[in-house]
């Protein structure tokens, strides 16, 4: 996958004592954000199977938008934490 050097974004989750962030890149021409998560760098399990990665973790899923909003961002990775029961 060929991403735009001139986008990514750090999102992050700073509530009740987490200190977790990812990052996403904005694939060359789509509206895609990939999200990446460095489960090693916070001694968890990969919970993701067979996926993609990068020298800033394995990508966790993808959001189809042109440009995407810290908040909007930081809240999809807020909900992927919980769902994978990391918080």
Known sequence: MLYDDRY???LGYYENGFDLEAV????Q???IWDIFFDF???GLNNA???AESNGFGIKIMSIEIE???YN???KKFEQWL???RII
């Open 8 to 10: 990514h974004m750090h």
């Open 24 to 27: 996403a890149f904005k694939r």
């Open 29 to 31: 021409s789509q509206e």
């Open 40 to 42: 090693e760098h916070y």
């Open 48 to 50: 993701v199977q067979e």
């Open 67 to 69: 440009e995407l909003d």
């Open 72 to 74: 909007y961002g930081a």
């Open 82 to 84: 919980s769902n994978q």
